[in-house]
């Protein structure tokens, strides 16, 4: 089992930049690969960004490359997602998942296990 919490949401200005951390419980943390997804009010939870348990693969959704980074700490067991640049339509709860496995980086919701509660950004243009 694996809790996460996630934290450093909140209000910030379009251009401005916010850092989300996910802390994670748990001995396994490393063999798990983390996601960072998004779900804006009427819209589908999307991924942001995923990163393999090593820390060494990445992917990034759609047009977020560039403006994300997605990095993890295993000794801390904590994902961290830094944006920058951010836009109005960044607004959304972003939410940290773990599953799949150390070697992969899921792309889909349904390949994650284990969802944090999810923390607000909101973007003000």
């Known amino acids: 089992q694996v809790q996460l919490v996630e934290s450093g949401g909140g209000l910030v200005q379009a251009g401005g930049s916010l850092r989300l951390s996910c802390a994670a419980s748990g001995r396994t943390f490393s063999r798990y690969a983390m996601g960072w997804f998004r779900q804006a009010p009427g819209k589908e939870r999307e991924l942001v960004a995923a990163?393999?348990?090593?820390?060494?693969?990445?992917y990034y959704g759609d047009s977020l490359k560039g403006r994300f980074t997605i990095s993890r700490d295993n000794a801390k067991n904590t994902v961290f997602l830094q944006m920058n640049s951010l836009k109005a339509e960044d607004t959304a709860v972003y939410y940290c998942?773990?599953?799949?496995?150390?070697?992969?980086?899921?792309?889909?919701?349904?390949?994650?296990?284990?969802w944090g509660q999810g923390t607000q950004v909101t973007v003000s243009s």
């Open positions: 990163i393999g348990g090593s820390g060494s693969t990445t």
């Open positions: 998942a773990a599953g799949g496995s150390y070697y992969n980086t899921p792309r889909r919701p349904d390949e994650y296990a284990y």
